[in-house]
């Protein structure tokens, strides 16, 4: 074991990343760092944009002379209530775009897009789209100079595509050209983005077990006081109303959903929707874009499952279904591993006492073989404060790890066993290394909320507190167990941590 599946370092982007995050974790704490549940947050500035949106509805006059002066009045007139609503409207549609963008480049530099995550990452594609052209829509209906501008400009794009028939721009020609009509099918396609985007985010998460739909608590309170705190201090405000006869004046501009027009100075629009299709069909693509090879997906060993379900519980991608039983022991169900879905994360592993379920180049026995080899080792050396570690194979990184034979160079009282993720280790493995004698097991998980494989942190936690099964057996003794929660630019807090618990121990004994 180590040789081949041992620790493997992040990207020079991802630890960049995380570096960055790291100042935010010292101060929330990675439980509650935004980072960690941008995906959530996007969902929560949709609630936000959702409920504003129905309430502005209620005061807008869906016609050409109407919407301009329908919204103004209720920015100038009801500014304490329509007027906070609109913009938090309209900030909670650009924190959006940030923590869209954020999200997915997090995804791209933390490599969670290949292989069993390509729904997620092409239905989230489909989503910035419809993000983009829901935002559109919605500054056109505002009806004011920069809504004129956008209309025009969008309306030249649009009559370069075939399936329309008119050109869309001599709606703007003339004041009498501008139909109420035109206003209702801005309004359906404004509304029906929110539609289209609850059944996306449906299929981006179908994947996923128990997707984190909602940001923390805490989290929420926070973008909801930045929110309004904007609003309050900057609220958003219309420009002067649409006249078409008159020349497009300089609108402020929105880099959030505008930023494709600018372009048009240089480009034709044929040649720009060229661009855009390209960039969208390449950022799609990304999954299979220098695919890495996979690790071999878990394998159920049918004679000793018992059809418990834990491993499907568990499974954080969906990849174990229970079927109905075909060999005839005496058990209703038996587990079935989807291959494609699997993650080879061996959180499955973790979730089963009965060897029922395995990766094939890393078995439990090779785990439990390697655990006696270490333990063993140590003990020859005889020293006071022996620690086995289990460690993530995602979490610190250090180099002294690198012998690949569960040494730690310059630290001889210690030996590592490193696993795919930290939701692989069994309570079994922890009772094993502590019988045969280590004084101490120290498990180096990643970072709280950001296991690579979504769960294996959170479900290691529950089987120690006693709640999530198969659970750390109560007589084990907990002050022998440490844990840290570490990401994998924090070796040296690794290195603090791991010493000081060994102090520890050595303080007892
Ligand atoms: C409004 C936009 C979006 C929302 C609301 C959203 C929401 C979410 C949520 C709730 C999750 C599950 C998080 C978890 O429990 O682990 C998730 C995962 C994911 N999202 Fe998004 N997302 C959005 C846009 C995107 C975009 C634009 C991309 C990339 C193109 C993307 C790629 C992914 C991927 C790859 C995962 C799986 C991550 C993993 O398996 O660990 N998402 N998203």
Redesign the pocket.
Known sequence: MGEKRGFSRASFAERAWLAIEKPVNAVVTSEYNPFHYL??I??FF?WIILVTGVYLFLFYDISARGAYLSVQSLTMRQWYLGGVMRSLHRYASDG?IIT?LL??FR?FVTG??RHW?WL??VS??A??WV?WIGGIFGYWMVWDERAKLIATLSARMLENIPIFGLPLSLNFARAGSLTDQLFYIILFIHFSTAFFLFIL?MV??AR?TK???NPPRVVAYGIILALLALSFMKPAVSGSPAELKRLAEAVPFDWFFMFIFPFLNWVSERALWGFIVAITLVFASVPWLGRKKRNPPAKVTLENCTGCELCMEDCPYQAISMRKRTDGMPYPLEAVVVDKRCASCGLCVGACDYKAINLPDMPEDQVKDDIKRLVAELKEKGECGKVLVFACAKGPWIEGIKDGNGGLNGYDWARVVALPCIGMLQPSMLSMALDRGVDGVFIASCAEGDCHF?KGNDWLSGRLAGFRPPVVKKSLDRSRIGLQYLSSVEGDAFIKELTAFREGLKARS
């Open positions: 995906g959530a996007s969902i949709l959006l869209m999200h997915a995804c969670r897009y995550r997620a990452w989230g594609a989503m910035a993000i985010i981006h998460i996923i997707a984190v739909i979504r």
